[in-house]
């Protein structure tokens, strides 16, 4: 059974960093691209970042370019998602997410986590 | 600046067909052969449906189809059922290498 847990969320302030983890299993992680969605409190579904299998290629939203980066350690089955200078409007509820095939990261996501909650206030 | 527009709300009866309709406001999208729709259910992560415009994964019942006109692509809901109660988004890759999803639509079971 294919199983994604995040983990890492938690409060934290304006202008600070948090970096959130999701551990795969019950799949051969190493081939298949992953991703980030968040859905802030009441809101819908954003798109944040994937990437490739091998972590060759990342894909960044605009909205949090240059503040976040995404990055998988195949030999922990583990995918990353840093973040920096955290605003009020990146609040949310951040879902990692499994590549429906494991080529083209863009067909969709077949498995979610149950996803970890980002705060950022003061 | 790429976008999915969906109806807020749609609305049927149980054992009725409903259809929500994707449309992409500009080219971003490029040919739009890669769509997908999620269902979400109340503090619950979101659940593939359809992907590729056309394709349904294996246990998702096939009352859901999904199907592409021009810039528009549907989602259509047959034999309702009240189960089916639950907020629907459509996604697509963009030719900017990134991907969007639409606002989402709240579909009712009356």
């Not at chain 1, 990261?105 to 206030?121: I, P, R």
């Not at chain 2, 009866?13 to 259809?19: A, E, L, N």
């Not at chain 2, 080219?27 to 979400?40: E, I, K, L, M, T």
């Not at chain 2, 629907?88 to 639409?102: A, E, K, N, Q, R």
Request: hydrophobic share 35%; charged share 10%.
């Amino acid at each position: 059974e294919v199983q994604l847990l995040e983990s890492g969320g938690g409060l934290v302030q304006p202008g600070g960093s948090l970096r959130v983890s999701c551990v795969a299993s019950g799949f051969t992680f190493s081939t298949y691209a992953v991703g980030w969605v968040r859905q802030a409190p009441g809101k819908g579904l954003e798109w944040v970042a994937s990437i490739t299998a091998t972590g060759g290629s990342t894909f960044i939203a605009d909205s949090v370019k240059g503040r976040f980066a995404i990055s998988r350690d195949n030999s922990k089955s583990t995918l990353y998602l840093q973040m920096n200078s955290l605003r009020a409007e990146d609040t949310a509820i951040y879902y990692c997410a499994k590549a429906v095939y494991n080529v083209g990261w863009y067909m969709g996501f077949d498995h979610w986590g149950q996803g970890t909650l980002v705060t950022v206030s003061s | 600046q790429s976008a999915l527009t969906q109806p807020a709300s749609v609305s049927g009866s149980p054992g009725q067909s409903i259809t929500i309709s994707c449309t992409a406001t500009s080219s971003d999208v490029g040919s739009f052969n890669y769509v997908s729709w999620y269902q979400q259910h109340p503090g619950k992560p979101p659940k593939l449906m359809i992907y590729a415009v056309t394709n349904r994964p294996s246990g998702v019942s096939n009352r859901f189809s999904g199907s592409k006109s021009g810039n528009t692509a549907s989602l259509t809901i047959s034999g309702l059922q009240a189960e089916d109660e639950a907020d629907y988004y459509c996604s697509s890759y963009t030719t900017s290498s990134t991907s969007i999803f639409g606002g989402g639509t709240k579909l009712t079971v009356l």
